[in-house]
């Protein structure tokens, strides 16, 4: 099967249909949970950040800021995924093929990696090295904003 035909089997489907195919806010209220799920992921990676850089929550233990604010990181993530698997479902053929969709989707993928192995390693640490904690901090948001910004340009191209 080419990728058309897994597209074109894809956006036939009976889920396909049944999200683009419903009241229009089904669609809509697909995009609000997309962007209520990436802005608390960001929230949480933000406060975390600011207590990694020494600009908040001083008294606080990194490790309880990290704990809980991962929580949201994992929450927010979920939800992002979740809604855009099931935006992209509806209409495979006009994701798939736009450039900018592409680079959200490697974007994606980057800042995941990322969480996982840098900015996760930084909010571990009961101290980490101020060096260390600003480049993880600065790579995490970096990635994650980016994501965001490409997903913004997916409706221009």
Known sequence: ??????????????????ISKTDHLVGAGLQIVHVMGLVALLASLVLISLHLVGLAFKQQPLTNIAREATKLVWVGLALTALSGTLMFIATPKLYFYNPAFRLKMMLFFVAVIVQ???????????????????ASVGISLAAWFSVAMAGRMIGFI
């Open 1 to 18: 099967m080419t990728t058309f035909e897994i597209l074109s089997w894809l956006q036939d489907s009976a889920l396909a249909h049944a």
């Open 116 to 134: 996982l192995a840098l900015f996760r390693k930084a909010a571990a640490q009961t101290t980490p090295a101020p060096t260390f904690a600003r």
